[in-house]
C-alpha cells in the first residue's frame, strides 16, 4: 500500500475520529474535499496501480 501526502491523510484522520466520536453526523462538506485536484490525482494513482 502506498502513502498518501500528508494533507489527504489528515482529512482522512479528521473524518475518521469525527464519524467515531458523532454517529449521527453527517459528512455534507464531504463532496468539497473529494473533488479536490490534490485527492482526485491521489485516487487515481492508487487505482492505477
Known amino acids: 500500500m502506498t ?11 479528521r ?6 466520536s458523532e454517529k449521527t453526523h453527517r459528512f455534507w462538506g464531504l463532496f468539497v474535499h ?10 487515481y494513482r492508487i487505482a492505477k496501480g
Open 3 to 13: 502513502k498518501a501526502p500528508g494533507k489527504l491523510q489528515e482529512l482522512r484522520r
Open 34 to 43: 473529494i473533488t479536490n485536484i490534490e485527492t482526485l490525482e491521489e485516487a
Open 15 to 20: 473524518i475518521y475520529r469525527k464519524a467515531k
